[in-house]
């Protein structure tokens, strides 16, 4: 059974950080790239940052260069999204995605999505 399984969201302070995971299993790890959206109340789903799970290319939304890290450990099959320099405009709900390439943003490109979880970031 494939699964992908958020965790590590909360509600913290503007300017604080979070670090989300996304644990993947069920499938070929390493055949796919990982990526994570957001989705806000009453807003379409975005693209927020993807890593190619075969070269480790990591690619951002403009919205969040400079405070976003991805990384993978492809050991635990495990992709993790270091948030720093929270905004309350980041508050929605964190969505990890697999796909095949980081070529789009297009959700409806990606294979597999885990079930969210909720970030909220007060002013």
């Known amino acids: 059974e494939v699964q992908l399984v958020e965790s590590g969201g909360g509600l913290v302070q503007a300017g604080g950080s979070l670090r989300l995971s996304c644990a993947a299993s069920g499938f070929t790890f390493d055949d796919y790239a990982i990526g994570w959206f957001r989705q806000a109340p009453g807003k379409e789903r975005e693209g927020v940052s993807c890593i190619s799970s075969s070269d480790g290319s990591t690619y951002y939304a403009d919205s969040v260069k400079g405070r976003f890290t991805i990384s993978s450990d492809n050991a635990k099959n495990t992709v993790y999204l270091q948030m720093n320099s929270l905004k309350p405009e980041d508050t929605a709900v964190y969505y990890c995605?697999?796909?095949?390439?980081?070529?789009?943003?297009?959700?409806?490109?990606?294979?597999?999505w885990g079930q969210g979880t909720q970030v909220t970031v007060s002013s």
């Open positions: 995605a697999a796909v095949t390439s980081c070529s789009s943003w297009l959700p409806q490109l990606y294979y597999y």
